[in-house]
């Protein structure tokens, strides 16, 4: 999937990584919310926020888009940095 336009919302999404719901074992790092031209301020470049959130696996650089109620936080030590797997150790965090 091509990149996506989107908004980072930090205080919103502020675990280190999420689960998401269909990518069963997989970290995920959320953007942000999907933005998409406004199509009544088209031409000033405005962007609107679509409902939809903007993540990419951990080790990887594609963009997806999921629903903010398939997301589940992850704490940082039951994922690897590298590989983005849920349970993998091969980084050593937490070691």
């Known amino acids: 999937m091509r990149e996506k336009h989107y908004e980072a919302d ?12 269909g990518w069963r074992g997989i970290a995920f790092y959320v953007l942000g919310w999907e933005t ?15 409902g939809r959130v903007v993540v990419q696996m951990v ?7 999921c629903d903010e109620v398939d997301l589940a936080p992850l704490p940082r030590e039951e994922y690897c940095g590298e590989c983005g797997q849920v349970g993998c150790k091969g980084d050593l965090y937490g070691m």
């Open 10 to 21: 930090d205080e919103r999404f502020n675990a280190p990584a999420y689960t998401v719901k």
């Open 36 to 50: 998409e031209p406004d199509e009544d301020t088209e031409w000033s470049g405005q962007e609107r926020r679509s």
């Open 59 to 65: 080790g990887d650089d594609g963009h997806h888009l």
